[in-house]
């Protein structure tokens, strides 16, 4: 049977015989079919129900003839010669016993280091069928283990940038220019929707454009809908909402139920049913078209009639094999959230899970930009102590020609635009530290200035030519620091780690004759634990006592203090109706306006601000963003496992084991703690937001021409009578808090080593199979991996 007679066979077998023919015009032969990746089979075969078949029958077939990874002799001389890939006819299975397909070769020169892809794939490969050669019925303490650490192998961690920005400072235009897709978000012409979140990662599965829209619940538009149909009154915000939507029609006041109705949302049935919808294209440009009526409120195209942003929680775009975004998520956020609830709830999300923000603004008034000021202020408690932000990115965008120099020469254009920039950069820094009440939730050296030109860096990548030169404008630095995000994720190493440390303690688990070594071994290992553990109790016991401590002074300050805050608040130099409006606003929702322009106004966080005061050094130096918090007991906690190693060479394997496991708990804890940490520092305001309900209730069921009075004097006295006893249940709550994450740090600890010591040196599995060829295979990757670490820190 030639290579061709393979082809038809299998074509028939899979029952695509109308294939046949369209293939051999194509010339694939056998080597042919197995080299066939997703878009070429797009292109062979445009019916969906048909392409789906046939790239899982060939997914099949592909791990059928691969008994082994050849890419790998590229990293080591030894492939994964494992005993599992001995056995003829052994397919990789899944987690669940399923059978599973090849990892896909990525395109030549992708993301990060060829040999790092190629061990990551060649290691689940291991691993799935490690884990397939289990007894899946056998349900020991041990098998069961083993299994769900292999399930919980792979993890897939994002670092997070927020992209912060009034609309027109060119947002869309530097993501499009980092990341080098220069049509994918609209800019330039369109005004883009200040409410909808628009998150840009990597598509890994194809390379098609991809967006995935999320929508509020129907039950969420029908609560905004009343609440902006009431409040029309002359606010143009609103005014753009409803017409983006209703066009016209909402004019005539029809009760809101008729403006729920079906005929509104012909085109998008997902919001109807609560389901995203997906949009795919070829190119960005066609997928940027598509998106405008989702993320755009205003455009030159007035035939577009129907705008859908109101309705738009999340878009989420997902670019093909981008080598930025395999592990970062770049996401243009709206400066102060949003009064929808559940979009408001994400919002407060994203900007908690930002390990980066990047706030963008034009170089022509960048230190003086009022909005870009105020969204670092408004979000920084948010980013900082109730985040995970360790940098902060202030980008001046435009920093290219100007037509003041259309008679200099080449060089002193350069030159001018040279000054300018520095000018910028060195106005910028200096009003940044200013600002005590930003920088106090960050160290020194979290505040870095860029200036950019998207559109230079543009042209540039065209080859057209311009004024400067590429490295005159910073893109390529903000993409050098997105390769080192990606570059500093350890998914490989984690996991091959992982997977060293599971074969070893099973093959650890097959040994026979070290029982004395495993009983002396065991007892010193949880004389270590309990010692270890103590330390770990000691320094939480310190730690919540300290945080106590100022706690009391916080509430103290505040009680005196709280009602002072109100008047001023309640009475500020703005007159008129103006503030009328504004309170109105204020208590409608709980205590927070987020006005079109200017500044947020949280009266929670006003009345909770000598609270956060009073803890927010301590809580900076106890959970730090860009550290390890609780780093000097966490730290150094350590079993000694390299010691024993030294003395009892039986049982290497199971303090191979333990050591790793020990690595990966800090790791878990670590993640633990950061996600936490939010909670913890939240429910200070949370609390007084909680006790203030009902005043806040009460004041906005004022109406009539003494309504303003009304509502000023009904906050007051609500705080009057509840600020002997708010402050102090903010206290409660908080220190609640706290405890409860320590006890879950000192659990997690004892738990964990105490069932990894039980399993690895009290427990004998001779049926488990024999994974010494997987094993030295494993241990051979992470040597090689953790001396590429080695040499890349040095």
């Known amino acids: 049977m030639d290579m061709d007679d393979f082809v038809r066979n299998k074509l028939t077998e899979w029952g695509f015989c109308n294939l046949i023919e369209r293939f051999e015009d194509e010339g694939i032969d056998k080597e042919g079919l197995l080299c066939l990746e997703n878009h070429h089979i797009d292109s062979l075969i445009p019916k969906v129900g048909q392409s789906a078949k046939f790239t899982k029958r060939l997914k099949f077939l592909k791990e059928e003839s691969k008994t082994n990874c050849p890419e790998v002799e590229d990293v080591s001389n030894a492939g994964p010669s494992t005993s599992a890939s001995s056995e003829k006819g052994n397919r990789a299975l899944d987690l669940d016993g399923e059978l599973q397909p090849p990892s896909k070769r990525q395109k030549p020169g992708f993301i990060g280091s060829n040999s790092e892809e190629i061990i990551l794939s060649c290691g689940k490969s291991i691993m799935s069928q490690v884990h397939g050669?289990?007894?899946?019925?056998?349900?020991?303490k041990l098998n069961d283990f083993l299994k769900s650490k292999i399930r919980g192998l792979e993890t897939d961690k994002r670092e997070l940038i927020g992209v912060f920005g009034r609309s027109g400072a060119g947002k869309s235009s530097l993501i499009n220019a980092v990341i080098e897709e220069f049509n994918l978000l609209p800019s330039g012409d369109f005004k883009a929707c200040t409410s909808v979140m628009i998150k840009v990662e990597a598509n890994m599965l194809n390379f098609k454009y991809e967006a995935e829209i999320e929508f509020i619940s129907k039950e969420d538009w029908k609560d905004e809908l009343w609440c902006l149909y009431n409040n029309v009154r002359d606010d143009h915000e609103i005014e753009d909402k409803l017409t983006a939507l209703y066009g016209e029609e909402w004019r005539n006041k029809p009760p809101v139920e008729n403006l729920l109705d079906n005929k509104y949302f012909k085109e998008i049935p997902e919001f109807l049913m609560e389901k995203k919808k997906f949009l795919t294209s070829e190119s960005a440009a066609e997928l940027s078209a598509k998106l405008l009526k989702y993320t755009i409120s205003e455009s030159i195209d007035e035939a577009e009639k129907r705008w859908y942003w109101p309705l738009v929680k999340c878009v989420t775009v997902r670019v093909p094999k981008n080598p930025l975004l395999q592990h970062v998520t770049l996401v243009d956020l709206p400066g102060n959230g949003d009064c929808n609830k559940s979009r408001n709830e994400m919002w407060k999300e994203f900007v908690g899970s930002c390990s980066t923000v990047w706030i963008v603004t034009d170089i022509n008034r960048a230190a003086s930009e009022d909005n870009a000021w105020e969204i670092l202020e408004s979000a920084c408690s948010l980013i900082g102590n109730g985040g995970q932000c360790q940098q902060i990115h202030f980008i001046c965008t435009k920093s290219d020609y100007s037509e003041k120099f259309d008679k200099l020469s080449r060089d002193a254009v350069r030159g001018h635009i040279f000054k300018r920039n520095m000018k910028a950069k060195d106005e910028v820094q200096k009003k940044f530290n200013t600002l005590n009440n930003v920088k106090k939730h960050f160290n020194d050296g979290c505040f870095k200035v860029f200036t950019v030109s998207s559109k230079l860096f543009r042209k540039e990548k065209q080859s057209k030519p311009t004024v400067l030169q590429l490295d005159?404008?910073?893109?390529?630095?903000?993409?050098?620091?997105?390769q080192n995000l990606n570059d500093c994720h350890s998914e490989t190493l984690n996991f091959v780690s992982g997977a060293y440390g599971i074969l070893s303690l099973m093959q650890g688990a097959r040994s026979r004759d070290t029982a004395d070594s495993k009983t002396e071994v065991c007892l010193r290992l949880e004389e270590k634990l309990q010692q270890e553990f103590q330390k770990i109790a000691k320094t939480m016991k310190k730690t919540y006592k300290d945080f106590?401590?100022?706690?009391?002074?916080?509430?103290?300050?505040?009680?005196?203090?709280?009602?002072?805050?109100?008047?001023?608040?309640?009475?500020?130099?703005?007159k008129g109706s103006g503030f009328h409006k504004t309170l109105s606003s204020v208590v409608e929702r709980s205590g927070v306006h987020k006005p079109k322009k200017g500044k947020l106004i949280n009266l929670n966080m006003k009345l909770s601000s000598k609270l956060t005061d009073s803890i927010d050094e301590i809580f900076r130096n106890t959970f730090p963003n860009e550290g390890k918090p609780f780093s000097e007991v966490i730290n150094a906690f350590s079993l000694d496992t390299e010691k024993l190693i030294e003395k009892y060479k039986a049982v290497e394997l199971q303090m191979i084991f333990l050591k790793?496991?020990?690595?990966?708990?800090?790791?878990r804890l670590t993640k633990i703690i950061r996600d936490r940490k939010k909670t913890i520092y939240s429910s200070l305001t949370e609390m007084i937001e909680d006790t203030m309900q009902d005043g806040y209730k009460k004041a906005a069921e004022f109406r009539g021409t003494h309504?303003?009075?009304?509502?000023?004097e009904t906050l007051k006295t609500h705080l009057h009578d509840s600020k002997n006893t708010m402050f102090k249940k903010a206290k409660r709550v908080m220190l609640?808090?706290?405890?409860?994450?320590?006890?879950?740090?000192?659990?997690?600890?004892?738990?964990?080593?105490?069932?990894?010591?039980?399993?690895?040196?009290?427990?004998?599995?001779h049926i488990i199979p024999d994974f010494s060829a997987e094993l030295d295979q494993m241990k051979k990757y992470y040597k090689q991996l953790k001396n590429s670490s080695h040499e890349e820190s040095n």
């Not at 050669?133 to 020991?140: F, V």
């Not at 005159?472 to 997105?482: A, R, V």
């Not at 790793?660 to 790791?667: A, D, L, M, N, S």
């Not at 309504?707 to 000023?712: A, G, P, V």
Request: aromatic fraction near 4%; proline fraction near 2%; charge should be negative.
């Open 660 to 667: 790793i496991e020990e690595e990966r708990i800090k790791t």
């Open 472 to 482: 005159e404008t910073e893109i390529p630095q903000l993409q050098k620091f997105l």
């Open 736 to 765: 609640q808090n706290l405890q409860m994450l320590m006890e879950e740090i000192m659990e997690t600890v004892m738990k964990s080593l105490n069932e990894a010591i039980e399993l690895s040196l009290k427990t004998d599995d």
């Open 707 to 712: 309504k303003l009075y009304n509502m000023r």
């Open 133 to 140: 050669r289990l007894r899946l019925d056998e349900h020991t």
């Open 548 to 574: 106590e401590e100022c706690l009391i002074d916080g509430v103290r300050n505040s009680e005196s203090s709280c009602e002072e805050t109100l008047h001023k608040f309640l009475y500020p130099r703005q």
